[in-house]
């Protein structure tokens, strides 16, 4: 029995979703659970990965905006039914993994029955965020329990402490107004790639497996040597390591894991590692089993 | 195989303890700690720095006397780090004892007035006070981002994924009051709720119950979306830090029309009436607010609880996601709550987040603050 994550479903920004993580998040939530045949009413909460969006939003989190939009159990409170419960989770590119790893335990302890996960990235104007270096777009997939001996888990988190040295997005006043800048160094990816794969190494030994027993990487961020670095430390063909080029942001893992359904390379009994670095450095792994 | 769920769903998301197989274990809060700057403001104060003339009595329409302010050397950062530091010094917790450390405020401000998006701030936080091993992520959900981080790993913990972990947050938000200063002209302003914020650094540890204590039995919450505009709050065009922009009278009414039966429907899954809550620790916006909340769940509830609903805003204002846990401090210090106590955590923020956590004072936690005897 595990969680399975079905309706994966990746948009990228039109004309009117460009400068809105909110549009892009309310299309992607729509699509993914139009693809499981489920309505909004069936979401029991709701988990919000996403970090850039409209206006750079500081509260209430994006998560209640994306539920009252999508028509997700938003009304006042009524007996014998249950509602919906939203917030957001903040870790960059590894946020949609923290966010799988919560909707797991909620799963589990039969909490609840669907989760809605969702991320998106969009620059909220070239005003405010001059530089945005990513594609603005959004994903989201249900999480359900199933018994089945398919889905996602256990879970490896390792810290590679840097406070920021190497990768940081901030919001300070410059030039008579507040401006969003993205800095990463170029050694970011190599850092990433470390904590990455100690992540990895630490899950495979936690469950006794060995690198040669996983068959795919889904792997974020989509930086060439970052992909290059987790293929060459876990001894795997580099073609076994799958990104997304995006360039996505946290929308990352679930871009690479549409990419790897797309291609047809995700069939049953398939064992893919999941496997994410953000900044902090902090990195994290999860087995998954298609 | 057949799945189990509870054969009667409640609005609220909602755990209760213990419970079966898949979720065995009974998390506990341990230990409380927090973080006040030294600086405080009166109300009289910031109303008389506005910058117009607004004839606005803030105390006497808030209940609020005085808040904290940070110092030019302190942000959400250091606030955190001092709250965490704080925790585990009285819960006697070591640092590279956490499975997991979750920051859940919603500034995060270093350097002044900087908001840094990444790296979250736990991970900053889990680097100072050398949390070594913990899981760490950042939850943001407003003035719920503490509890709903106590949601998260009271799940964890039930379930045996983790035994221990440190919920934190640092709120440096007063600059909100400060800039509403500037744009505040009435008391229909938006920017009216901007001018009860007040900082502080909260932190608490929740961990696998031992010796019996009963720890958390019920946390439940719920997301009333439809008011979630009600209160935005964003980055300021033209000045540093941010604005919030609140339809005060809206959120409140909507908070007192359905804080009572989400609350029922938490006791009611606890099997207990609020007659049996000895302290109900609610969010903390105004004095009036709070009352006139209370009275409504009373009415409501046909009863109240055992004590009146713990007040600090008259001399902390609103400090955000720390509110709850910076009130159980001051009724731990002061002797007014007694272990095996029955406390309610009543969240309410910007979403509309509403939320219950109930749990009874464990010994360690009324030590931590003071004597028991």
Request: glycine fraction near 6%.
């Given at each position: 029995m595990a969680t399975r994550i079905d309706g994966l479903s990746l948009v990228t920004g039109g004309w009117r979703s460009r400068h809105s993580a909110l549009r892009l998040s309310v299309d992607a939530c729509r699509a993914a659970l139009g693809r499981c045949e489920l309505?909004?009413?069936?979401?029991g909460l709701l988990i919000n990965a996403g970090l850039y969006r409209d206006g750079n939003l500081g509260e209430p989190a994006l998560a209640p905006l994306i539920q009252d939009d999508i028509g997700a159990n938003p009304e006042d409170p009524h007996p014998g039914t249950a509602g919906t419960f939203s917030f957001d989770v903040a870790n960059g590119a590894c946020g949609l993994l923290n966010a799988l790893e919560i909707a797991d335990g909620f799963l589990r302890s039969r909490t609840v029955q669907t989760v809605l996960l969702v991320a998106s990235d969009a620059s909220p104007s070239r005003r405010l965020a001059p530089e945005f270096p990513y594609l603005p777009g959004g994903a989201a997939a249900v999480c359900q329990w199933t018994a089945d001996q398919v889905g996602i888990g256990p879970f490896k988190w390792h810290n590679a402490f840097d406070e920021g040295s190497t990768f940081r997005a901030t919001v300070g006043f410059e030039g008579g107004r507040n401006v969003l800048h993205i800095v990463e160094e170029a050694d970011f990816a190599e850092r990433a790639a470390e904590a990455a794969v100690a992540a990895a190494v630490e899950l495979l030994e936690d469950n006794h497996l060995a690198p040669e027993d996983i068959d795919l990487i889904v792997a974020s961020p989509a930086l060439p040597s970052f992909a290059k670095r987790v293929a060459s430390e876990l001894a795997k063909p580099e073609e076994a390591v799958v990104t997304d080029p995006g360039p996505w942001h946290t929308v990352g893992l679930f871009a690479a894991l549409a990419r790897v359904q797309r291609a047809g390379r995700l069939r049953s009994g398939t064992n893919a590692l999941l496997l994410c670095a953000a900044a902090g450095v902090n990195a994290g792994a999860a087995l998954y089993r298609a | 195989m057949a799945l189990m769920y509870p054969a009667s769903p409640t609005w609220l998301l909602t755990e209760r303890s213990p419970g079966d197989a898949s979720a065995p274990y009974v998390a506990d809060i341990t230990s409380a700690g927090r973080s006040l700057p030294v600086r405080h403001l009166s109300s009289e104060d910031l109303i008389a720095s506005t910058?117009?003339?607004?004839?606005?009595d803030l105390e006497r329409l808030t209940g609020i006397r005085e808040r904290r302010v940070v110092s030019p050397d302190d942000d959400s950062l250091t606030l955190a780090v001092a709250a965490a530091a704080d925790c585990l010094e009285r819960g006697g917790v070591e640092a590279p004892e956490l499975d997991a450390l979750v920051s859940c405020s919603i500034t995060k401000y270093r350097?002044?007035?900087?908001?840094?998006?990444?790296?979250?701030m736990s991970s900053a936080v889990a680097h100072r006070i050398g949390a070594t091993r913990a899981v760490t992520f950042d939850i943001a959900n407003a003035c719920a981002g503490m509890l709903t981080g106590v949601f998260v790993l009271n799940n964890w913990i039930r379930r045996g994924a983790i035994r221990r972990g440190l919920v934190v947050s640092g709120e440096s938000i007063s600059g909100l009051g400060r800039n509403a200063a500037h744009h505040v002209?009435?008391?229909?302003?938006?920017?009216?709720?901007?001018?009860?914020l007040g900082d502080a650094g909260a932190a608490v540890v929740v961990e696998r119950s031992r010796d019996g204590s009963p720890g958390i039995s019920v946390a439940g919450f719920t997301t009333v979306a439809e008011h979630s505009r009600l209160c935005l709050a964003y980055p300021a065009v033209h000045e540093p830090g941010a604005r919030m922009f609140t339809r005060s009278q809206a959120l409140q009414r909507a908070a007192i029309k359905d804080t009572p039966v989400l609350l029922q429907e938490a006791l009611d899954v606890a099997g207990i009436d609020i007659s049996q809550v000895d302290h109900v620790i609610p969010h903390q916006t105004s004095a009036r607010a709070i009352r006139k909340g209370m009275a409504h769940v009373s009415e409501v509830l046909g009863a109240g609880p055992r004590n009146d609903a713990v007040v600090t805003v008259d001399h902390y204002g609103n400090t955000a996601s720390t509110t709850h846990t910076v009130a159980l401090i001051d009724e731990l210090s002061g002797g007014r709550i007694a272990p095996g106590d029955q406390v309610a955590f009543v969240a309410i923020a910007s979403g509309l987040v509403i939320g219950v956590v109930l749990f009874r004072a464990s010994e360690g936690l009324v030590r931590s603050h003071g004597d028991t005897d």
């Open positions: 309505t909004p009413q069936d979401v | 910058r117009h003339h607004t004839g606005i350097d002044g007035t900087t908001q840094w998006l990444e790296p979250a002209r009435n008391i229909m302003s938006k920017e009216l709720a901007s001018l009860t």
